[in-house]
């Protein structure tokens, strides 16, 4: 029986009295009363531990989630801010999740209209490419057509006039012939300048040593040039039509650029983490720090240089870009240039 129940019938209730059927059945009924209320009392303090420990639980967890929320806010407000996007239209520091979200949108819709203004840009662009390169090559074929002509009459007037031409006349044709050459090597370098980042040509494994070695054998050097080749030149990754192009106008504006009785050519490359450094050093004539810039610019010649097209070192320049690398200069005038520049390993 329950505990205060016995204190209170001990109060005012026999032990004799209590085994009386009626009463006993009443104190039985009572007895149960207590049980039920302690029974509910427990259910419910279990009810309300329970409520508990569940308000604490989600409430732990609305508090992790709002953190977090302010943490992603924080950092959308801070992209917004470091992608120097429109400013919001509010003026406090951060923004509300709405206006953060209706913010965005503006965003997305903004960058979708750029993104396509962009697109047909560069289908314009693309366009006018090609335009440009199918004028180049036409403008080739009509210009290098005459010169053609003129290059065989020239020469067709001096054989079989050979008794009848004098020595000045002789030396008027030959500066005819020398400006023709001159034309078609200008003509021809324009048409390289203008294709050379157009052409998609597949790219493969090409060993410069070998692609050096066969440029320089290609290339006129007089006798009195020696060409120094390092057996070490690398494998990379590329095609061998712009490398060629790369090597060939470096090497022949080394060789025109030797003014000495003993001319000295040394090509060869240092290994560095993610590329190879190449280099082509000679004894010329050297060029002034105030031609550093200018050189790479298309037509542009050092002072005196007749002999030069003005385009070689524009096309080399092209190439590397091409090529993601870097290209620069060391020189000292009457003692020489080196010409470095990098392209990316293999993969």
């Known amino acids: 029986m329950n505990s205060l129940l016995q204190r209170q019938i001990k109060k005012f209730v026999t032990a004799k009295n209590i085994d009386i059927a009626p009463l006993s059945d009443f104190l039985e009924a009572i007895d149960r009363s207590y049980d039920n209320y302690e029974n509910h009392l427990s259910m419910s303090q279990r009810a309300m531990k329970i409520s508990s420990d569940e308000l604490f639980e989600a409430n732990t967890k609305l508090r992790e989630e709002a953190e977090s929320q302010k943490k992603i806010i924080d950092s959308l407000t801070h992209v917004v801010k470091t992608l120097n996007l429109k400013s919001p239209k509010n003026e406090q520091k951060s923004l509300e999740v709405v206006d953060l979200s209706t913010f965005i949108e503006e965003q997305s819709n903004e960058i979708l209209r750029i993104d396509k203004q962009r697109e047909e840009l560069l289908k314009n662009l693309e366009r006018k490419n090609q335009v440009l390169s199918d004028y180049a090559h ?37 500066l005819i012939l020398k400006n023709v050459e001159k034309m078609d090597g200008l003509i021809t370098g324009i048409l390289n300048y203008s294709t050379i980042d157009q052409a998609e040509l597949s790219t493969y ?15 006129y050097a007089p006798a009195h040039i020696n060409i120094e080749i ?31 009785a003993q001319g000295e050519i040394h090509i060869g490359v240092k290994e560095r983490e993610y590329k190879w450094e190449f280099f082509i050093k000679d004894n010329g004539k050297g060029i002034s720090t105030q ?57």
């Open 291 to 347: 031609h550093y810039k200018k050189i790479f610019q298309i037509f542009e010649k050092i002072d005196g240089d007749q002999n030069s097209t003005g385009i070689g070192l524009s096309i080399v320049r092209k190439i590397i870009d091409f090529y993601d690398g870097d290209i620069w200069l060391k020189s000292e005038p009457e003692k020489g240039t080196t010409f470095y520049f990098t392209l990316p390993k293999n993969d």
């Open 138 to 174: 036409m403008v080739s074929h009509d210009l290098k057509s005459p010169l053609r002509s003129i290059d065989s009459l020239v020469n067709w007037i001096m054989e079989d006039n050979r008794d009848l031409i004098n020595e000045e006349c002789s030396t008027q044709f030959n």
């Open 205 to 219: 494994d090409v060993d410069t040593q070998h692609l050096v070695t066969e440029v320089v054998q290609i290339l």
């Open 230 to 260: 390092d057996n070490n030149l690398p494998v990379i990754n590329g095609d061998k039509f712009r490398l060629q192009q790369l090597f060939q106008n470096l090497i022949q504006n080394a060789i025109k650029s030797i003014d000495k």
